[in-house]
């Protein structure tokens, strides 16, 4: 007799595995957010693309769920929003599964993040290594933008630190803007990364004359005024007492002086004692002293 065997179609569908994807960069825009630039390969079925941003200074993770579907072969560019970063540094990852359960990571990129601190003419600018784990000649470009918009590059090299002395009576040297460009090498390929961008206003020269005379010949001489190289920007305080701490004069604007009068009426000769305040770049600079009154 004939012997009849099973015969079952089986198909068979083979799905590509997800592949490592490389993160090349990771730069700071002018709204605070980070634009990345990484690598995909969209053959594989992807279920689920993450995107991670540490920041280190917390090491709080805000993880991110991405739709893959929009991305395509080659480079791809995407931007975390401002409002959802603070302030770095970052360390940023992309995470990958596929229909299979494969998953892949991508390398970290640790973000390079700028500070500025000013004193004496001598803005101090540091800022915090850039990693990518398979850059090559690696080096740092710090930029410098005037109040006028001009632009310069101040240093170059590999040094995290640079201290950048500046007149800030110069035109333009009353706000610096600083920002830390790092360029380098993957697979021979060149690239960029940005730094946040940091603003300092600068410290005008002032003086203080320590007497002055409401009958004096010279006009400049007839009111108590601090003189400035360039009018400060920021809040601006004047406060001057009789020596028995009685209050006889308040400012907040630098055009406004001290004409040697008390609620209107003439202040006696005298040493009175004053505190000028003004805020700059985030800061509160304070100066006392005193300054005599003649009749």
């Keep these: 007799g004939r012997v009849r065997s099973a015969v079952q179609r089986i198909e068979v569908s083979i799905l590509q595995p997800i592949r490592p994807f490389p993160l090349l960069s990771a ?5 605070g957010g980070i634009t990345y630039l990484f690598e995909w390969d969209n053959t594989a079925l992807t279920t ?10 917390s090491v709080n993770n805000m993880p991110s769920q991405l739709d893959s579907s929009v991305l395509t072969n080659g480079d791809n560019a995407l931007t975390i929003p401002g409002d959802q970063v603070a302030d770095g540094p970052h360390e940023l990852f992309l995470t990958a599964m596929d229909q299979c359960g494969n998953g892949q990571i991508t390398s970290l990129i640790n973000t390079s993040w700028l500070t500025v601190t000013g ?4 803005n101090q600018i540091s800022w915090t290594p850039y990693t990518t784990e398979i850059e090559e000649l690696l080096s740092y470009q710090l930029v410098r933008t005037d109040g006028l918009g001009n632009t310069e590059t101040v240093y170059t090299g590999a040094d995290l630190s640079f201290a950048d002395q500046v007149d800030p009576n110069a035109e333009g040297g009353f706000r610096l803007c600083y920002q830390i460009l790092v360029n380098y090498q993957i697979g021979g390929r060149a690239l960029t990364a940005q730094s946040n961008t940091v603003c300092q206003e600068q410290i005008p020269g002032v003086y203080i004359p320590n007497v002055f005379s409401p009958v004096a010949t010279q006009i400049l001489n007839r009111e108590f005024c601090p003189f400035f190289a360039r009018v400060p920007t920021g809040n601006y305080q004047l406060d001057i007492w009789d020596r028995w701490g009685g209050h006889v004069f308040t400012s907040n604007d630098p055009s406004f002086c001290w004409d040697g009068n008390d609620s209107g009426r003439e202040a006696g000769s005298g040493v009175y004692l004053y505190r ?6 985030g800061q509160r600079l304070e100066q006392v002293g005193d300054v005599t009154l003649i009749r």
């Design 119 to 122: 004193e004496n003419g001598i």
């Design 27 to 31: 730069s700071y825009d002018p709204t």
């Design 48 to 57: 689920e693309l993450e995107q991670n941003l540490v920041q280190l200074s």
């Design 276 to 281: 000028l305040q003004i805020d700059l770049g």
